[in-house]
């Protein structure tokens, strides 16, 4: 069974920093995109970054570039996700996924899902 479990979503403030883990299990992950999409209430799910789980190639959406970097640790099945100066629009609900194939920033494109991990931002 695949699993992705995401942690290290909280409250913080504008301007602050958080670093969101998501711990893969149930098989090898050579040849997957990895990424974070995040939902906030009433909106659609959005593409946020991916990695390519072999080959470390990095995707962003436009509103993250130079405040989020995205990393794995091979050894140890996870991915990461550094934020930086946030901001109270990045409120929302935040999700790891991975996929096989297709276009990185599509959510359709994705297999396996977590549950989410909260990140709300403060003004």
């Known amino acids: 069974q695949v699993q992705l479990v995401e942690s290290g979503g909280g409250l913080v403030q504008a301007g602050g920093s958080l670093r969101l883990s998501c711990a893969a299990s149930g098989r090898t992950f050579s040849g997957y995109t990895m990424g974070w999409f995040r939902q906030a209430p009433g909106k659609e799910r959005e593409f946020v970054a991916a990695i390519r789980w072999s080959g470390g190639a990095t995707y962003y959406v436009d509103f993250v570039k130079g405040r989020a970097t995205i990393s794995r640790d091979i050894a140890k099945n996870t991915m990461y996700l550094q934020m930086n100066r946030l901001e109270p629009e990045d409120t929302a609900v935040y999700y790891c996924?991975?996929?096989?194939?297709?276009?990185?920033?599509?959510?359709?494109?994705?297999?396996?899902w977590g549950q989410g991990t909260q990140v709300t931002v403060s003004s």
């Open positions: 996924a991975a996929g096989l194939r297709g276009d990185t920033y599509n959510p359709r494109m994705y297999n396996y």
